[in-house]
C-alpha cells in the first residue's frame, strides 16, 4: 500500500469535524477513557463505594428537603426514587458536560506535544459517566424491587433519554471546552450555572408538582422533558408530553452542532492558545 | 523506491503569533463582554513571525536535520510538521503516516504503572493497540525495566523513566519520524543506543527521519542533509556538513562580548549576563594551551535586591558543539548564599586543558534554584599553541582536543 498523500494547510473554514479520521483515532478515545476510570479508582480511598454512595446521599438530601420539609411527598413511598432516577439523570447530563468541558486544559502537556484530533479528549470522558450510570441503575433497581416497583414496557425507551442528556451535556462541553482555553473565568463560573441548574430542572421534584404559573418557565428547560422521560421509563409515572420531547430532541440536536461547530473552529488554533 | 520521491515537501510555510501581553487581549469572558458592549475595537495586536518563508523537501528515507540558535523557529517548524499547530501561510505536502516525538514520556501519569504507560503513551504517539502488543516485549527490553513492570512510574528513578519513555518512542513506526532535542536526555550508553537505533530505522526500514538538536554531532553524524534556520528564516539548506560549517560560522561572526542584546536566551531573568570576557595571564595574553586563563561573566538584575542562592555554570564546547566540561560554582567552592544584585563571577582555569582553536562558552545561572539566565554560545574562547606538558609538545591536532596529565613506566620503572 503506498504513503497515503496529505496537506498541511492554514485554516480552513470547515464546519464540522472530519469524522473519519476521528474514526482512525477511536482506539484512543477508549485509551483515555481507560485511563481516567484507573485513576479515579486507584487515587480514592472509597473507590467504587463512592460512586453508589453519590446518588444515594443526593437523593436522600432531596427527599428530606423537597418530599419531606417543602411537603411535594405524596406518601406513595416512592419519593426516594423519584429523587434517585432524577439525579441519575441529571448526573448523565452534568458529568458529560463537567468532564468534556475539562478535559482540554486538563490535558494542556499532551496537546502541545502530539497531534490527534482534539475531539478524542472531550469523548472520551463519555465512558466513565456511563459506568457510573451503569452502577446507579443496579443501586436503583435494588431499591425498586425492595419497594415491589413494577417496571413496565417504557423501560425500553431508557436508553433513548441517556442519548440525549448525553448529546446535550456534550454539545455544551464542547463550547465550555473550547471557551475555558481562551477565557480563564469560564471554569469558574460553570459550577455555579451548573448548580443553579439543578434547582431550574425537576431533579429533586416531580414536575407536576410545580405550580402552573412556572409550568411554561419550566417547559422551556428542554431538561425537564428528559426528567420526566426518565422517570416514566423508570417508575412508570406520567409519560412526558409529546410537545417536551420534542424539544429535548431538538435541543439535544442543536447543542452537539454548535458544540461541534464552535470546538472544529477553535481546534485549529489550540496550541497556540493552551 | 525512486530517489526523488519526496516524504515532505514545504512551500513557503509561515507561522505568526500574537504575542501581546495580557493587558491588550480580553483573556476572560467578561473582559470579553465589556470590551464589545463599548463597542473597543480590537486592541491593536503584536505579532511576530517566528518562521517565514520556508521551502524545503525531504526525500524519503533520508535522515533530515534542522539546526539553528534558540528562538530561530525550529520548535514551530516541528509544531507544523507534526500538525500541533497550522501554519499561518504556505503548505506541506506529507506522504506517510507521521509519528513525533517533541518530547520523551508524553501523557505518562506517575499513579500508573510501567505497563499501563507502554500502552498509554503509545496510544498518545499514535500507535495502535496491536502494534503495541507486538513490540511490547522489545519495548520492555531497549528500556532494561523488566521488573518494575507493575510498579507506579512515580517510584522510577528519573533515569529509569526517561528509558521506558524513550524506549516506547523508540519503537514507533511511522513513515516520518520527527524528534526534537530529546537525546539531550538519559545517561550518555543510553543515548548511544538510541541514536544507534534511529540509524537502523533509516538505514534498515527506510523511514524518514527529521532531527533537530543543538547536539552537532549527533545532528552530523545520523543526517545527510539539513537546514539551518535563524530568526525565522531558512539561512542554509543542503548536505549536512555544508549546513553545520554555516552554523558554526555564523556563531563565530556574532562575537558575543557584550550579551545584552542576546535574545535567545531562556530562564526568568532574575538576572542577566551582561558581559563575558576571557584572558590569558599576563597583560593583554592570549589564552595558551597548559596556561592560565580567567573567564570573566558581568550580571545585572533589574531591582537592587540582594540574590541568594546564586549558581553559575559554563560549559566548553568543541569544534562540532560537543560539550567537553564543564564548569560550575556547584562543584567548585559552592554557590554564593549571597549576592549583590549585580557584579562579576570569574573562573579561573590554572592550565587550559585544551588544545589550540576555537571553543564556545555556554553561561548558565540559577537564582534560588530557579534557571535565571541561559545563553548558549555566549562566545568564543580562542586557545594558542602553547607548553601544558612542560616540554614544548603537544599531540597531533586530530587527537582530539583536551589536554590531560598524564605519566608513563615501563615495567613499572619510569623512563630515564
Redesign the interface.
Known sequence: MP?????????TSRLLPDFGELWLYR??VW?FAA?DL??RY??TVLGVLWVVLQPIIAAGVFTVVFGKIAKLDDGDGRYFLLAFAGYAGFQVFQSTLAKAGASLLA?A????????PRLVLPLSGILSTLVDLGIALLVFGGIALLKGVSIGWPVLLFPLWVLLALLLGLGAGLIVAA?SV?????QH?LPIVLQLLVYATPVGYATAKVPAAFQPYLALNPLTGLMDGIRWSLLGMQAPSVGAVVWLCIASTLAVLAGLVVFTRFE??L??VI | MSSSQFALRARGIGKQ??ISDHTST?????E?VVDRLRGRAPRDPKTLWALDDVSFDVEAGAAYGIIGRNGAGKSTLL???????????????????VG?L??VG??F?P??TGR?NI??NG????M??SEIVRQFDAIVAFAETEAFLDVPVKRYSSGMYVRLAFAVAAHLEP?ILIVDEVLAVGDAAFQKKCLGKMGDVTRQDGRTVLLVSHNLVAVTGLCSRGMLLDRGRLAAEGPIGDVAQHYLASLEQAGHVDLRNRADRSGNGRIRFSTWAVRGDGTDGPVLAGGGATISLGYESASTEELRDLHVSIAVHGALDDQLFHLSTATVGGDYASAPAAGTVQCRLPRVPLQPGRYRITVFATVQHDIADWVQHAGVMEVEAGDFFGNGRLPPADQGPMLVDHAWTLNGAVAP
Open positions: 504513503p497515503q498523500l496529505s496537506t498541511i494547510r492554514p485554516f482506539e484512543l485509551t485511563r484507573r485513576l486507584r487515587q490535558n502537556p499532551v496537546l502541545t506535544k502530539v497531534y490527534f471557551w481562551r477565557f480563564r473565568d469560564v463560573v485549529q488554533d496550541a497556540d | 503569533y500574537n480580553a483573556t476572560t469572558m467578561a470579553a509544531k507544523i510538521l507534526s500538525r500541533i499547530t497550522r501554519p499561518t501561510r504556505g503548505e506541506v505536502e506529507v506522504r506517510g503516516r513525533s517533541l518530547e508524553t501523557g501519569h499513579e500508573l499501563e500502552f498509554l496510544a498518545i504517539l499514535g495502535r493497540r513513515d
